[in-house]
């Protein structure tokens, strides 16, 4: 039998790419849909050598309706994995109309043709930013959704979107993600996260001190209500990451209806704490300073992961060492490969 082909929108990109990689392993075909704004193509003959086969891939917007039905009408796609958005929280608040003409707008374009096309599974890459300010973690899927920036606004539209979507059709099966602080990278080195400019996300930015690119890093706040006044994130491998999609996709495949699970390790790391931690899993000094609190950031934000574990039989398996390794080791031989 051949592969099923899953389309998965941003496949390119950090999250996507090793989600790809994932698809692969597990059996699946994975088609790209990318623009590559914030991706290389490059990464497309990484993915090859990793997966063993060349991925699918079209270059795109996803908000080109007539490039998305081309698609449908050209390969027999069975599921969708929609990663295609933009992802930065302080450049949502500079920039809120881009970020509701790409991530709500582009889903939108994205729905509609899966509609008409008959394509009903579908799993939705949202984020823990849809939570906002909440005062106690972990926070679980019930907890109250208030958003604090347009980023993490445009996400729950898009939910919101996908429950009414639901509703209107429940032969359809829908899984929305909301995942946690993607960190680390594919162990072989080949594929990590490569921001365009500078980094967005605090991983990449503390490899790029650690390799010499930039003189430090800055930290936003060190005033927050938390164990060393630094902000608290649920850091997760991508590659665990990317396994949850596969699982996710997987439960999809066995029978209709909506679903919202947190993905993420249960255990929240401040700032600093990464840092120390990356320190001791490569012997790098990181020197820092602190700068003023960033627009939109929250204090502590870490997950409740049980319903993931209990509907999915999925859990995050590697741990804050091996997420600054791997990370670590994509940085040194990023500057070869890219």
């Not at 027999?76 to 990663?83: A, L, R």
């Not at 931690?277 to 049980?306: H, L, M, Q």
């Amino acid at each position: 039998m051949n592969p099923k082909i899953i389309l998965v929108t941003g496949g390119a990109g950090y999250i996507g790419s090793h989600t790809c990689v994932a698809l692969a392993q597990a059996g699946y075909r994975p088609l790209i849909l990318d623009n590559f704004s914030n991706s290389k193509t490059s990464v497309i003959d990484r993915l090859a050598t990793l997966m063993g086969d060349p991925p699918l891939c079209v270059e795109g917007d996803i908000r080109d309706a007539a490039l998305i039905k081309k698609i449908f009408h050209d390969y027999c796609c069975e599921s969708v994995i929609h990663f295609a958005g933009l992802k930065a929280v302080g450049e949502s608040v500079k920039q809120p109309l881009q970020y509701y003409d790409v991530n709500v707008a582009g889903s939108l374009t994205l729905f509609a043709v899966m509609k008409d096309f008959g394509i009903k599974h579908l799993i939705f890459s949202s984020s823990a930013a849809v939570y906002g300010e909440e005062k106690e973690p972990p926070l679980h899927e019930e907890s109250l959704l208030h958003p604090v920036n347009p980023y993490g606004r445009s996400k729950l539209m898009v939910e919101e979107i996908l429950e009414d979507l639901y509703h209107m059709d429940s032969h359809s099966s829908i899984v929305r993600l909301r995942y946690f602080n993607p960190i680390g990278a594919h162990p072989s080195g080949l594929i990590g996260e490569t921001p365009s400019g500078v980094p967005n996300n605090l991983m990449p930015y503390i490899t790029q001190v650690a390799v010499g690119i930039r003189k430090k890093l800055s930290i936003f706040g060190n005033d927050y209500p938390t164990v060393d006044g630094t902000a608290v994130r649920d850091y997760i491998h991508v590659m665990d990451l990317a396994e949850g999609h596969v699982a996710a996709l997987q439960k999809t495949e066995r029978s209709s209806g909506l679903s919202t699970l947190n993905l993420g390790t249960g255990r929240g790391s401040s700032v600093l704490e990464l840092v120390e931690a990356f320190e001791a899993a490569t012997g790098k000094n990181i020197p820092y300073e602190i700068v003023a609190r960033r627009a939109g950031d929250v204090a502590a934000c870490w997950a409740d992961p049980s319903a993931a574990q209990k509907q999915l039989g999925w859990g995050a398996t590697r741990d804050l060492r091996t997420m600054c390794a791997d990370s670590w080791n994509w940085q040194l031989r990023a500057s070869f490969i890219i």
